[in-house]
Structures are given as C-alpha cells and as structure tokens.
C-alpha cells in the first residue's frame, strides 16, 4: 500500500496559509485517493467534486496547489514526494518476487534442502 507523503512543514506553507483548512483538508483526501489508486496526482473531477465543494476547489487552483486538466486537476508536486504508480507497481512485484523466493527457501528447508 502506497502513503501519500506530506513534509512536516506542510501545515505552515504560504500556500497551504492561503488555501485554508477546508480546502487543504480536500487536498489531502485528493492525494490519498491518488496515492490509493496510483493516479500520479491526477484527481478526476467527479471525485474531487464528490470530496469538496467548489468553493474549495477554486482556493485550490488559486493557490495553485491544483492546475486544471482536461480530466480534472493535477497536484502539481505529487511526484516530487510521492512515488509514481510505474514506481509503486514494480515495488510490489519485487515484493512478490521476493516472497515467492521466500516461501521456496522455506519449502526446500522443510524437504531437507539447504
């Protein structure tokens, strides 16, 4: 499972000030939802209207915390501090690959193999 990763100053930049709580509080579910679904930061409009209010949205793009895209709103910085989805994908596999090679080991073990 992938994080969605924030500095420990986020709470105090000068954007993050001017956008507000509540749409702040948007930007987070936004970047968790696309840390869930490995969208790079591409926040479609319908979740991000479904999340926050258009209120929020537009304090966002102001801020330029979001830009406008022609699926929705990008977070800018995402991959700056989170890992892309191609990232997030081949570090499961090799998680994969390294159970598997685990669970082998362990098996062999069990049948007199070292």
């Not at 936004?30 to 969208?39: E, M, P, V, W």
């Not at 700056?80 to 598997?100: G, I, M, T």
Request: glycine share 6%.
């Amino acid at each position: 499972m992938p994080w969605f990763r924030l500095e420990d100053s986020f709470y105090n930049h000068p954007k993050v000030t001017r956008a507000g709580n509540a749409a702040t509080g948007l930007w987070v579910r936004c970047g968790t939802y696309s840390a869930q679904y490995l969208t790079d930061g591409v926040i479609p409009a319908e979740v991000a209207h479904t999340f926050g209010r258009a209120t929020e949205i537009d304090k966002l793009l102001r801020t330029r915390l979001w830009v406008e895209t022609k699926e929705g709103f990008l977070m800018p910085d995402y991959l700056e501090y989170n890992p892309s989805a191609e990232q997030v994908r081949a570090d499961r596999a090799a998680a994969r690959d390294r159970q598997r090679r685990a669970r082998e080991a362990a098996q062999a073990r069990r049948n007199g193999h070292p």
